[in-house]
Nanobody, 124 residues
């Protein structure tokens, strides 16, 4: 079981950028599918982006072209570069990972590992 720790959240003005990082423990993390979810105040947690062990990516429509997910398997990290941030991106962002083969399976089942969350606030 991997453990995940996020960092990089904060307060930014609309149109600005932030980079979130997720540090993972565990020797097999490089083969895990990893992703980011977010939960805005008063709303349910939603999927943002995912990346497979081989580097394939998938995004929710609202962040396509603005957010980029990446991973460094040598450092056991997954990052989320967020550009052109909007007030509606305000949320607690969670890193998640699971020992599954594809992003499709990752999205069908609840990931087994979660970080504690990092808060992102975008002011208008």
């Amino acid at each position: 079981q991997v453990q995940l720790v996020e960092s990089g959240g904060g307060l930014v003005q609309a149109g600005g950028s932030l980079r979130l990082s997720c540090a993972a423990s565990g020797r097999r993390f490089s083969s895990y599918v990893a992703g980011w979810f977010r939960q805005a105040p008063g709303k349910e947690r939603e999927f943002v982006a995912a990346i497979s062990g081989s580097g394939g990516t998938f995004y929710t429509d609202s962040v396509k072209g603005r957010f980029t997910i990446s991973r460094d398997n040598a450092k056991n990290t997954v990052s989320l570069q967020m550009n052109v941030l909007k007030p509606e991106d305000t949320a607690v962002y969670y890193c998640a990972a699971d020992d599954v083969q594809t992003i499709q399976v990752f999205l069908r089942k609840k990931p087994s590992a979660w970080g504690q969350g990092t808060r992102v606030t975008v002011s208008s």
